[in-house]
């Protein structure tokens, strides 16, 4: 799926991020398995990630980085009227979380449901809602990704569990005088699915004892493949969209790409050409928060000073489906029409 603006101006206009305070360092991941900071450094740039507590489950990191995005959006959640939960750990498989936020936030007049296509959810949550606020269904939509990959990986298997973390971002979008999402290029291919996936738990294969004692309720990868997929498809779902909005890549003011392992964002940097400095990277001390990943990019980069208005920014995630989406922004301060 691929398409532009098409004459609305649709932006972001509030922005919030949570992260649990426990810090897990590679070091303390040395002593559960057979790994080793230099590894996971040199290999992937992780030094850390957050992990989340016994009792926190995907609600109660939305909560504050959605209370953040409303504050700084300067509205109430009794005035949104979409929530969309970018998500593949919801707090129960119903009700959606997007339906307990809504609760939470006070949001009575709004749509809410989650939305899975892997670590590309929240591409995929921001391009419906900015579909949804186009049409006219919706005026104010409050676009959350997280995940809380703690609970479903298998802490024996040194390929998977180094690689996340836990974290939560938010987003709310409103039309906008000028400027704000210029087009986006979103993609799946359903054919990659057994490079990453949960087998058990769904309908396929229900919760036995045996599919428990077969740690089958937890994330298996197939870490080379999902590398190669990686590096192809965030240079070709880059350059799609940019063609698409007639934009160039030397136009690129910040690159957001899914912070999965810095080897894979170097790999696309230099592909596409962007200069190192224009590239948001944070998986050093996140990890692989999936869903959470690009709403956590973009808020330290709107903390460190690089998102500002009229600056052209770049998202691209990929992940399980296997599934992709880049969106292209001209970005706004506020500046709600
Ligand atoms: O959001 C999308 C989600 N996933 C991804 O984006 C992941 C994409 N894949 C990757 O990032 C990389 O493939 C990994 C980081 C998962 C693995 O890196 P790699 O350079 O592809 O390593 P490899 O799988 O080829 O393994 C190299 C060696 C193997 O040992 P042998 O067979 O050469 O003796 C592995 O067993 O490294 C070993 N290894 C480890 N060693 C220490 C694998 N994991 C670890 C580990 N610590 N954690």
């Not at 998102?307 to 399980?320: E, I, N, P, R, S």
Request: charged share 20%; glycine share 14%; hydrophobic share 45%.
């Amino acid at each position: 799926m691929i398409g532009t603006a098409n004459g609305n101006a649709i932006s972001i206009t509030g922005l919030g991020a949570y992260v649990p305070e426990r810090v897990m360092t590679n070091d303390e991941l040395s002593t559960m398995m057979d790994t080793s900071d230099e590894w996971i450094r040199e290999r992937t740039g992780i030094r850390e990630r957050r992990i989340a507590g016994p009792g926190q489950a995907l609600s109660d990191l939305c909560l504050p980085a959605a209370r953040e995005a409303l504050e700084t959006a300067g509205v109430e959640g009794s005035q949104i009227d979409l929530i969309v939960v970018a998500t593949v750990t919801p707090d129960m498989a119903f009700p959606s979380t997007g339906a307990i936020l809504a609760d939470l936030l006070g949001a009575h007049e709004a749509a809410a449901y989650d939305l899975s296509a892997g670590c590309t959810g929240f591409m995929y949550a921001v391009a419906q809602a900015y579909g949804m606020l186009a049409g006219g269904l919706a005026q104010r939509a409050l676009v959350v990704g997280g995940d809380v990959l703690s609970k479903i990986l298998d802490w024996t298997d040194r390929g998977t569990a180094v690689l996340f973390g836990d974290g939560a971002g938010a987003v709310v979008l409103e039309r906008v005088g000028e400027g704000g999402f210029l087009g986006f290029e979103l993609g799946a291919d359903g054919s990659g699915g057994p490079q990453l996936y949960l087998p058990a738990g769904g309908s396929r294969t229900p919760a036995t004892a045996e599919s428990v004692a077969d740690r089958q309720h937890f994330v298996q990868m197939n870490g080379r493949e999902v590398f190669k997929f990686a590096t192809r498809v965030l240079v070709t779902s880059a350059e799609a969209v940019l063609a698409e909005c007639g934009r160039t890549i030397d136009e690129v003011d910040v690159y957001v790409p899914h912070q999965a392992n810095v080897r894979i964002i170097e790999y696309a940097r230099d592909k596409l050409g962007i200069p190192e400095d224009k590239v948001v990277i944070d998986v050093d001390r996140y990890g692989n928060t999936s869903s959470g990943s690009i709403p956590l990019a973009l808020a330290d980069a709107k903390a460190d000073g690089r998102l500002q208005a009229g600056k052209l920014v770049l998202m691209t995630g990929m992940g399980a489906g296997l599934t992709w989406g880049s969106g292209l922004i001209e970005w706004t301060d506020g500046g709600r029409a």
